[in-house]
Structure formats: C-alpha cells, structure tokens
Nanobody, 127 residues
Framework: QVQLVESGGGLVQAGGSLRLSCAAS????????MGWFRQAPGKEREFVAT????????YYKESVKGRFTISRDNAKNTVFLQMNSLQPEDTAVYSC????????????????????WGQGTQVTVSS
C-alpha cells in the first residue's frame, strides 16, 4: 500500500497563495489516481480536486475552480495543489488520497472511493 505525506500548509492572509505537496512512498505513484480533500472544524471531509494517473484529467470542486490547480510528477512520486486567491472559507486540514487506477475512474470523487490517505496539513487563511 502506498504511504502519503503532505507538506506545505501554514497561515496565510486572504488573497495569498500556498503550494501543498504530497510525497508518496512504497508504491509507484503512477499506479494511482490522486486527490486532495479538506475538512474544516465541525464539517465533513470534502472533495477539492482529483487528477488521473496520467495527469491528463482533472476535476475540481466548483468553489475552487480558477484558484486551485492540481498537478503531479510521477517521476518524483509527488502530487501538488497550488492554491491562489485563498479565502477564509478555505481554512481546513488538507489531505491527499490515492485510488488504484484499476479500482475506478478519477471522476469518482467520493471520499470512500479512495483507499490510502495522508495525515493532513493545516491551512489557515486569515481575513
């Protein structure tokens, strides 16, 4: 099973940017569709973005379209989430997740369809 470790979170003012990284080990990242999810206090975990194993297909939560960009470097076993124009409502713990490419499409953004998760990184946006 793949192990995932996120980094890059922090405190930023509204309008600022952060770049999250998710480093994978144990298995080749190219075997997996990848996703970023977030969970704010008192709320359920929600989909933010997914990317297919080739990087050719991406899907975004409506509220982050045009602000966030998911990408991957399979040679470096790393997935990224570039977040621009951050808003206080983006405050949450962000986690990356992996789904074996044989178990379903990257367009299935349900939390339960992803089998491997990182521990998460805190993103806090101040107003």
């Amino acid at each position: 099973q793949v192990q995932l470790v996120e980094s890059g979170g922090g405190l930023v003012q509204a309008g600022g940017s952060l770049r999250l990284s998710c480093a994978a080990s144990g298995r080749a990242l190219s075997s997996y569709h990848m996703g970023w999810f977030r969970q704010a206090p008192g709320k359920e975990r929600e989909f933010v973005a997914t990317i297919s194993w080739t990087g050719g297909l991406t899907y975004y939560k409506e509220s982050v379209k045009g602000r966030f960009t998911i990408s991957r470097d399979n040679a470096k076993n790393t997935v990224f989430l570039q977040m621009n124009s951050l808003q206080p409502e983006d405050t949450a713990v962000y986690s990356c997740a992996a789904k074996q490419r044989t178990s379903g499409p990257s367009s299935d953004v349900n939390v339960g369809s992803f089998g491997s998760w990182g521990q998460g990184t805190q993103v806090t946006v101040s107003s």
